[in-house]
C-alpha cells in the first residue's frame, strides 16, 4: 500500500511537471485575437449578464481562482496581461467557476459548504498523526480500533471533497472551451490547444482525488483488519 501511495507521489510530480511545461508552451503561441486574460475574463463574465465580480491580478505562477466569499476572478499575472492561448484558457476557466457561483451549480455548492469540515479534518488528522508518532503515551489512552476509526472519518471527508473537485474542475473547464469557440476568441488549433493545456490542469485533481482515496482505502483495509 505504502508503495502505491508513493508511486502516486510520483505520478503527481510528474503530472504537475508537465502541466507547467504546456502551460510554458502555450503562454508562447499568441491568441489571434490579441485579447489578454483579463479581457478574455471580463468578455466572457459580461456576456453571460454576470456584473458583479471583478477580475484581479494576483502574485505567483498558477496562482490563478475564483473567490466565491468576494466574487473575484484572480489571475496571475503571466494569464492577466498575457495574450496567449494558455491565459485565455486559464482566465476562462476561472471564469467558468464564477459561472457556476452565480447559477448555483450544485457540485460547487456542495463543495463550498464542505470547506469548513474538511479544513478541520485537515487539521486534525495532522494532531493524530502526531500524537501517533511522537505521542504514544497518549495515544496509548484510547482503543487503537477508535483511533483508526477517527482517521478513517476524517480522511472520508477530504476523499469526499476532493471527488466532488472534480465535476466542479471538468465543468469549468466545458464552460471555458465553450465560450471560447462559439464567441470567436479561438479558432479551431487554438481550441485544441487549450483544451489540451486545461485537461492536463483536470488531471492534477485526478490524480490527487485518487491518491486521496487509496489512503481512505487503506486505513479501511488497517480497520478491518483489527477487527478480524
Not at 507547467?20 to 485575437?33: D, E, M, Q, R, V
Request: proline residues 3%; aromatic residues 10%; hydrophobic residues 50%.
Amino acid at each position: 500500500m505504502f508503495l502505491i501511495l508513493i508511486a502516486f507521489m510520483i505520478i503527481g510530480f510528474l503530472v504537475q511537471s508537465r502541466l507547467k511545461s504546456k502551460f510554458a508552451k502555450y503562454s508562447n503561441i499568441p491568441l489571434a485575437t490579441g485579447l489578454s486574460g483579463r479581457e478574455v475574463a471580463l468578455r466572457m463574465l459580461h456576456d453571460n449578464g454576470i456584473h458583479d465580480v471583478e477580475v484581479m491580478s494576483v502574485p505567483g505562477k498558477l496562482t490563478d481562482h475564483y473567490d466565491p466569499t468576494k466574487k473575484t476572478v484572480n489571475l496571475s499575472p503571466e494569464v492577466y496581461n498575457g495574450r496567449s492561448v494558455a491565459a485565455a484558457a486559464v482566465a476562462a476557466h476561472e471564469v467558468g467557476h464564477a459561472i457556476q457561483h452565480a447559477t448555483a451549480y450544485s457540485w460547487l455548492e456542495f463543495r463550498s459548504k464542505m470547506v469548513p469540515a474538511v479544513s478541520f479534518s485537515s487539521r486534525m488528522m495532522s494532531f493524530v498523526f502526531i500524537f501517533m508518532f511522537i505521542g504514544a503515551g497518549v495515544i496509548n489512552m484510547f482503543p487503537f480500533t477508535t483511533v483508526i476509526w477517527t482517521i478513517v472519518i476524517l480522511q472520508g471527508i477530504i476523499t469526499l471533497f476532493t471527488l466532488v473537485t472534480l465535476p466542479v474542475e471538468y465543468d469549468a473547464s466545458d464552460r471555458a472551451l465553450a465560450y471560447l469557440s462559439t464567441s470567436g476568441i479561438t479558432g479551431s488549433l487554438e481550441h485544441g490547444q487549450a483544451k489540451d493545456a486545461l485537461t492536463w490542469a483536470a488531471n492534477t485533481y485526478l490524480v490527487a482525488a485518487l491518491a486521496s482515496l487509496t489512503q481512505l482505502a487503506y486505513w479501511v483495509m488497517l480497520l478491518l483488519a483489527n477487527r478480524d
